[in-house]
């Protein structure tokens, strides 16, 4: 293998999007031999050697540089597989020597010793031909309209999604599996994300800190058991979504900091090498073996793992040039401005490859400013993604709903303002984990007044998430009002469930949750205009807001949405002598008392009393509907 090898040739280019399958360990079967090839990349190295449990920690196996951009590389030849054997890569630069372990690893130790394990032969049997091919309908469901099919996301933390009680130990991917795939989908939810599942030494991290980027953590099982997982999901007709972090590695000695001894992976520049505050290290997004790196990466997990999506963290960081740093600490671009010009051509480049390849994937942005055009297609000037976090939307919103219901009234925009710009980019309505941790209180604790109130304040704040314009998405245990705070160390308090009023909200998020996926309204026009239409925008006084959602076919539901600390009377135009009740808070009582519908003139007027803290879904008869458009 040397310079003229087309794999190494393309990954010094940046379009080696299968890196993994030279770097890394990668085997190859000649009769009865077992033919292991060790590759890396660290052009600063003056030696690397393979080092590991085949021959003794203490014996390093030499390896040659092979291309002139600093690709080494061995071969071990066994009469028997070596699979799961540790190894590392002893690097020697300037009277230094340091063992990492290796980049592409497939399987890790991780935690403090970071030792990668040789994982190159897979007997997994996929069973989910069924899912691969019906997923293609949340894209094309109708050809007009993009995305018009629900999405609703359950995002998991999986090492405190459950713990084995007897010891807080971790259930396995094949325990969680066997757990949540029922409960998800007796929940009514369309995809489980999961925060960061690559391989990452410190806990606290949550996973964003990650080591070991082709690596499932082995917390939780090896790559077979990661696989039996998403195949689990899968049957049962639920997609997979994992975080990613292509913005930046922690400094864990054994991972991607300098890797070859001075920076590598990482920007030279001191003005983009590191965050302040996450004290990690910012990939080199305009370096090409860089490129590969992580494009191939994500790559890996769509092909090898049958993921579905990848929720892409971090954005922001990546995209601006003065993230994270004061004045005077960064360095303008060619143009004088604070954008990263090499991170926005290689998130196009990223999503240009996932899409010609694997067309029906959910890239998701995690990116919190007012950068224009992210779920843009490229030849528009976008960044080519599909879907973005409205985080805007939830900051406004849990602001709102923390305020004394008196005062409400000066914080209406919270209500209205999302629709001024709800259809700018394809969004996603995030009740996340970054939101009920930290001193930012649980979502249900997030709603101000007594106990009793902060259950019916939540249910008509699930009630507006699930009507509003916008995939949706709920992170774990705000399904039942989980009170705590998040902790990634322990499990949920699934305990909660023995109360009535947690038990109750379970049923009713369920319940919700059936609802959207039987209701065509509530998604198939979630990026159009033609699917919204205001009612009342304006009650600040009344803190309430009415709308109608309407789908492909032009049939409507109205929503009202009341936050007022009491009973209150709305009038509206409607287009029939009757409304039908679908849906509501479980507060509102008899229908037949609350509604009076009178004529006024040429339009039809319907007086509502809504109850304190409550919503209500309502639909219009159709028949009448089409009689008085006839007569108009």
Same mark, same amino acid.
């Given at each position: 293998?040397?310079?003229?090898?087309?794999?190494?040739?393309?990954?010094?280019?940046?379009?080696?999007?299968?890196?993994?399958?030279?770097?890394?360990?990668?085997?190859?079967?000649?009769?009865?031999?077992?033919?292991?090839?060790?590759?890396?990349? @660290?052009?600063? @190295?003056?030696?690397?050697?393979?080092?590991?449990?085949?021959?003794?920690?203490?014996?390093?196996?030499?390896?040659?540089?092979?291309?002139?951009?600093?690709?080494?590389?061995?071969?071990?030849?066994?009469?028997?597989?070596?699979?799961?054997?540790?190894?590392?890569?002893?690097?020697?630069?300037?009277?230094?020597?340091?063992?990492?372990?290796?980049?592409?690893?497939?399987?890790?130790?991780?935690?403090?010793?970071?030792?990668?394990?040789?994982?190159?032969?897979?007997?997994?049997?996929?069973?989910?031909?069924?899912?691969?091919?019906?997923?293609?309908?949340?894209?094309?469901?109708?050809?007009?309209?993009?995305?018009?099919?629900?999405?609703?996301?359950?995002?998991?933390?999986?090492?405190?999604?459950?713990?084995?009680?007897?010891?807080?130990?971790?259930? =396995?991917?094949?325990?969680?599996?066997?757990?949540?795939?029922?409960?998800?989908?007796?929940?009514?939810?369309?995809?489980?994300?999961?925060?960061?599942?690559?391989?990452?030494?410190?806990?606290?991290?949550?996973?964003?800190?990650?080591?070991?980027?082709?690596?499932?953590?082995?917390?939780?099982?090896?790559?077979?058991?990661?696989?039996?997982?998403?195949?689990?999901?899968?049957?049962?007709?639920?997609?997979?979504?994992?975080?990613?972090?292509?913005?930046?590695?922690?400094?864990?000695?054994?991972?991607?900091?300098?890797?070859?001894?001075?920076?590598?992976?990482?920007?030279?520049?001191?003005?983009?090498?590191?965050?302040?505050?996450?004290?990690?290290?910012?990939?080199?997004?305009?370096?090409?073996?860089?490129?590969?790196?992580?494009?191939?990466?994500?790559?890996?997990?769509?092909?090898?793992?049958?993921?579905?999506?990848?929720?892409?963290?971090?954005?922001? =960081?990546?995209?601006?040039?003065?993230?994270?740093?004061?004045?005077?600490?960064?360095?303008?671009?060619?143009?004088?401005?604070?954008?990263?010009?090499?991170?926005?051509?290689?998130?196009?480049?990223?999503?240009?490859?996932?899409?010609?390849?694997?067309?029906?994937?959910?890239?998701?942005?995690?990116?919190?400013?007012?950068?224009?055009?992210?779920?843009?297609?490229?030849?528009?000037?976008?960044?080519?993604?599909?879907?973005?976090?409205?985080?805007?939307?939830?900051?406004?919103?849990?602001?709102?709903?923390?305020?004394?219901?008196?005062?409400?009234?000066?914080?209406?925009?919270?209500?209205?303002?999302?629709?001024?710009?709800?259809?700018?980019?394809?969004?996603?309505?995030?009740?996340?984990?970054?939101?009920?941790?930290?001193?930012?209180?649980?979502?249900?604790?997030?709603?101000?007044?007594?106990?009793?109130?902060?259950?019916?304040?939540?249910?008509?704040?699930?009630?507006?998430?699930?009507?509003?314009?916008?995939?949706?998405?709920?992170?774990?245990?705000?399904?039942?009002?989980?009170?705590?705070?998040?902790?990634?160390?322990?499990?949920?308090?699934?305990?909660?469930?023995?109360?009535?009023?947690?038990?109750?909200?379970?049923?009713?998020?369920?319940?919700?949750?059936?609802?959207?996926?039987?209701?065509?309204?509530?998604?198939?026009?979630?990026?159009?205009?033609?699917?919204?239409?205001?009612?009342?925008?304006?009650?600040?006084?009344?803190?309430?807001?009415?709308?109608?959602?309407?789908?492909?076919?032009?049939?409507?539901?109205?929503?009202?949405?009341?936050?007022?600390?009491?009973?209150?009377?709305?009038?509206?135009?409607?287009?029939?002598?009757?409304?039908?009740?679908?849906?509501?808070?479980?507060?509102?009582?008899?229908?037949?008392?609350?509604?009076?519908?009178?004529?006024?003139?040429?339009?039809?007027?319907?007086?509502?009393?809504?109850?304190?803290?409550?919503?209500?879904?309502?639909?219009?008869?159709?028949?009448?509907?089409?009689?008085?458009?006839?007569?108009?």
């Amino acid at each position: 293998m040397g310079n003229g090898n087309l794999a190494s040739y393309y990954f010094h280019q940046g379009t080696n999007f299968c890196a993994y399958e030279y770097l890394g360990c990668n085997l190859r079967r000649e009769e009865n031999k077992y033919i292991y090839s060790f590759r890396t990349w @660290a052009p600063g @190295a003056e030696r690397v050697a393979l080092v590991s449990e085949i021959y003794g920690w203490n014996s390093p196996y030499p390896m040659q540089r092979v291309t002139d951009g600093g690709i080494w590389e061995c071969e071990i030849v066994s009469e028997k597989p070596l699979e799961k054997k540790a190894y590392k890569f002893r690097i020697t630069r300037g009277g230094r020597i340091f063992d990492k372990g290796d980049p592409y690893a497939r399987f890790s130790r991780g935690l403090d010793d970071g030792a990668s394990l040789i994982y190159t032969n897979t007997d997994f049997a996929w069973e989910d031909e069924a899912w691969l091919k019906s997923k293609k309908k949340i894209f094309n469901s109708n050809k007009k309209n993009y995305l018009s099919a629900p999405i609703n996301i359950y995002e998991t933390h999986l090492g405190s999604f459950m713990r084995h009680e007897e010891d807080n130990s971790y259930y =396995s991917y094949r325990e969680i599996a066997d757990v949540m795939v029922p409960y998800l989908k007796f929940m009514g939810y369309t995809h489980v994300e999961f925060l960061p599942l690559a391989e990452f030494p410190y806990d606290g991290s949550w996973g964003y800190q990650v080591c070991g980027f082709y690596a499932p953590t082995s917390r939780f099982g090896d790559p077979d058991d990661f696989r039996y997982m998403i195949n689990s999901f899968h049957k049962a007709g639920i997609g997979v979504i994992i975080d990613w972090v292509p913005a930046h590695f922690p400094k864990d000695a054994w991972g991607l900091y300098e890797f070859d001894g001075a920076p590598l992976y990482e920007y030279q520049g001191k003005d983009r090498m590191e965050s302040r505050s996450w004290g990690t290290r910012f990939f080199d997004l305009g370096r090409e073996e860089v490129q590969s790196f992580l494009i191939s990466n994500a790559m890996y997990f769509l092909r090898e793992f049958h993921v579905d999506g990848l929720r892409v963290d971090a954005v922001a =960081s990546m995209l601006y040039l003065d993230y994270d740093r004061e004045p005077g600490e960064w360095i303008p671009n060619a143009y004088g401005t604070n954008l990263n010009l090499e991170a926005e051509a290689f998130l196009k480049k990223l999503n240009l490859t996932v899409f010609s390849e694997i067309p029906y994937t959910l890239m998701i942005a995690e990116e919190s400013t007012a950068y224009g055009k992210i779920t843009h297609p490229v030849f528009e000037g976008g960044l080519g993604f599909n879907l973005k976090w409205n985080m805007g939307w939830a900051n406004d919103f849990y602001d709102y709903v923390m305020t004394d219901p008196l005062y409400r009234k000066y914080k209406h925009t919270a209500l209205n303002f999302p629709l001024m710009y709800a259809y700018t980019e394809n969004y996603v309505l995030p009740i996340s984990h970054d939101e009920v941790v930290h001193g930012k209180l649980s979502f249900v604790d997030k709603m101000h007044g007594s106990y009793e109130d902060k259950f019916w304040q939540m249910r008509t704040s699930m009630l507006l998430m699930m009507t509003y314009p916008g995939k949706k998405m709920l992170f774990m245990g705000t399904e039942y009002a989980q009170f705590r705070e998040w902790d990634y160390e322990n499990s949920l308090e699934w305990f909660m469930l023995d109360y009535k009023n947690h038990r109750e909200m379970r049923q009713y998020v369920a319940s919700l949750n059936r609802f959207y996926l039987e209701r065509s309204e509530l998604w198939e026009l979630d990026f159009s205009p033609s699917g919204f239409e205001w009612i009342l925008a304006d009650e600040s006084e009344k803190n309430l807001v009415a709308f109608r959602r309407k789908n492909i076919k032009g049939d409507s539901i109205i929503v009202i949405l009341s936050f007022s600390g009491g009973e209150q009377s709305v009038t509206i135009p409607v287009k029939s002598k009757s409304l039908n009740r679908l849906f509501d808070t479980g507060n509102i009582g008899d229908i037949n008392e609350l509604i009076e519908i009178k004529n006024s003139g040429k339009e039809r007027l319907a007086t509502i009393k809504i109850p304190r803290f409550s919503g209500i879904i309502l639909s219009e008869k159709r028949k009448q509907i089409k009689k008085a458009l006839k007569e108009n």
